[in-house]
């Protein structure tokens, strides 16, 4: 059965982010396509996705140069788990004699270093929209299941074919590695998959109440409204980003131990195929999925790190911060690739949301095993 993608509401000109989904089935997936999703699980669900591509994320601004003309723009730097880079320094700009001084032309001085190109890479979260330099090569048969350090790892050779993606997992709050039962799914398919411990206790309650003041008179007040979302990108890399959270590890250094155990202890699994020729983690080729928490974090996470794609399941919310800056601000990860997977009764919460931060897509309901039903639409005030 076929997933169907239909216009589910207009309120004037405003409209219900375009979303697709297809009913449950154990029919071949051989990727996390953008016109249908299947569900495993849930009773009714609805999903993301999109009909048009978003850019990639912009290059680095000019650099300015002395005595010359402005220098080229610095490329985007290589966003590793290291951190962002900056592009590298523009060329020189050709100078010129200055008007009734005397001054004689001579070679402007090289343009300065080009920023990073986004808000979110700003940040300098780790990652990698490079693309991989070789197919993916998988030997052997079976299935690897093993534990590092208490986070599943998981891969079944069998299960053909191989995918080349790299599936991380997030729980809900308070919760142990895993993905509310979303691991059974992926599971069934040529994945790898890995379920990394955090802190899933840490949410937008815990953001200084100093901020959450200056928000009731200033709503749009950046200082503040970036404080979740860049905890929350924390949590990724481990970099300090706000002055009142620290997290006990961070999910980049945990994967990068997970793969480097599997190329250990499952030579024939080709985990070291998600690594850049520097060792850096390539998140191109990562999927990330996170029920109701988990949801949550990828969502803000994904604004400032370049996943492939983005699995919300019953998320995300704004956590009392509709305006953050993980909604507002240009995103690393392109938007058409993010989905939300919602029950009919958390559309009212959740969409307004989605479609702030600008996922594109149509609602259309599913209950798995049946063929797509017409429900009346979600009655949410959609706030701007």
């Given at each position: 059965?076929?997933?169907?993608?239909?216009?589910?509401?207009?309120r004037s000109a405003r409209e219900w982010p375009r979303i697709c989904l297809g009913p449950a089935t154990n029919e071949t997936m051989p990727q996390?396509?953008?016109?249908?999703?299947?569900?495993?699980?849930?009773?009714?669900?609805?999903?993301?996705?999109?009909?048009?591509?978003?850019?990639?994320?912009?290059?680095?601004?000019?650099?300015?140069?002395?005595?010359?003309?402005?220098?080229?723009?610095?490329?985007?730097?290589?966003?590793?788990?290291?951190?962002?880079?900056?592009?590298?320094?523009?060329?020189?700009?050709?100078?010129?004699?200055?008007?009734?001084?005397?001054?004689?032309?001579?070679?402007?001085?090289?343009?300065?270093?080009?920023?990073?190109?986004?808000?979110?890479?700003?940040?300098?979260?780790?990652?990698?929209?490079?693309?991989?330099?070789?197919?993916?090569?998988?030997?052997?048969?079976?299935?690897?299941?093993?534990?590092?350090?208490?986070?599943?790892?998981?891969?079944?050779?069998?299960?053909?074919?191989?995918?080349?993606?790299?599936?991380?997992?997030?729980?809900?709050?308070?919760?142990?590695?895993?993905?509310?039962?979303?691991?059974?799914?992926?599971?069934?398919?040529?994945?790898?998959?890995?379920?990394?411990?955090?802190?899933?206790?840490?949410?937008?309650?815990?953001?200084?109440?100093?901020?959450?003041?200056?928000?009731?008179?200033?709503?749009?007040?950046?200082?503040?409204?970036?404080?979740?979302?860049?905890?929350?990108?924390?949590?990724?890399?481990?970099?300090?980003?706000?002055?009142?959270?620290?997290?006990?590890?961070?999910?980049?250094?945990?994967?990068?131990?997970?793969?480097?155990?599997?190329?250990?202890?499952?030579?024939?699994?080709?985990?070291?195929?998600?690594?850049?020729?520097?060792?850096?983690?390539?998140?191109?080729?990562?999927?990330?999925?996170?029920?109701?928490?988990?949801?949550?974090?990828?969502?803000?996470?994904?604004?400032?790190?370049?996943?492939?794609?983005?699995?919300?399941?019953?998320?995300?919310?704004?956590?009392?911060?509709?305006?953050?800056?993980?909604?507002?601000?240009?995103?690393?990860?392109?938007?058409?690739?993010?989905?939300?997977?919602?029950?009919?009764?958390?559309?009212?919460?959740?969409?307004?949301?989605?479609?702030?931060?600008?996922?594109?897509?149509?609602?259309?309901?599913?209950?798995?095993?049946?063929?797509?039903?017409?429900?009346?639409?979600?009655?949410?005030?959609?706030?701007?």
């Amino acid at each position: 059965m076929h997933a169907t993608c239909q216009w589910r509401w207009r309120r004037s000109a405003r409209e219900w982010p375009r979303i697709c989904l297809g009913p449950a089935t154990n029919e071949t997936m051989p990727q996390l396509d953008r016109s249908r999703l299947f569900a495993a699980v849930t009773t009714v669900v609805l999903a993301a996705c999109s009909g048009t591509p978003s850019p990639d994320p912009a290059a680095g601004t000019a650099g300015a140069s002395a005595a010359g003309m402005t220098g080229t723009a610095g490329n985007t730097g290589g966003v590793s788990t290291g951190g962002g880079g900056a592009g590298p320094t523009g060329t020189a700009g050709t100078g010129t004699a200055g008007a009734g001084t005397g001054g004689v032309a001579s070679a402007g001085t090289a343009g300065a270093m080009g920023s990073a190109g986004t808000a979110g890479m700003v940040a300098g979260a780790g990652g990698s929209d490079s693309t991989a330099t070789r197919p993916i090569n998988v030997t052997g048969t079976g299935t690897f299941s093993q534990s590092y350090n208490g986070q599943p790892l998981f891969l079944n050779k069998d299960k053909k074919p191989i995918q080349g993606k790299l599936f991380l997992l997030l729980p809900g709050i308070g919760n142990g590695p895993g993905a509310g039962g979303f691991e059974s799914f992926v599971k069934q398919y040529g994945f790898h998959v890995f379920a990394p411990k955090t802190d899933t206790n840490l949410t937008g309650g815990k953001v200084p109440q100093m901020y959450k003041d200056t928000l009731k008179t200033m709503p749009n007040d950046r200082e503040a409204n970036r404080q979740v979302g860049e905890a929350h990108a924390e949590l990724w890399d481990g970099k300090d980003r706000v002055d009142w959270y620290t997290p006990p590890t961070s999910i980049v250094e945990q994967t990068l131990g997970a793969i480097k155990f599997g190329m250990d202890n499952d030579p024939g699994g080709d985990w070291g195929y998600f690594l850049n020729a520097d060792g850096t983690l390539r998140t191109t080729d990562v999927y990330v999925v996170g029920y109701s928490w988990g949801a949550q974090a990828w969502s803000m996470i994904s604004a400032y790190v370049p996943f492939g794609k983005v699995i919300a399941a019953s998320g995300p919310v704004d956590e009392g911060f509709p305006n953050a800056t993980w909604m507002t601000d240009p995103s690393a990860t392109p938007n058409d690739r993010k989905y939300a997977l919602v029950s009919d009764g958390q559309a009212d919460e959740i969409f307004p949301n989605v479609m702030k931060a600008g996922w594109p897509g149509t609602v259309t309901m599913v209950t798995p095993r049946k063929q797509p039903q017409s429900r009346p639409a979600p009655s949410a005030t959609v706030r701007r």
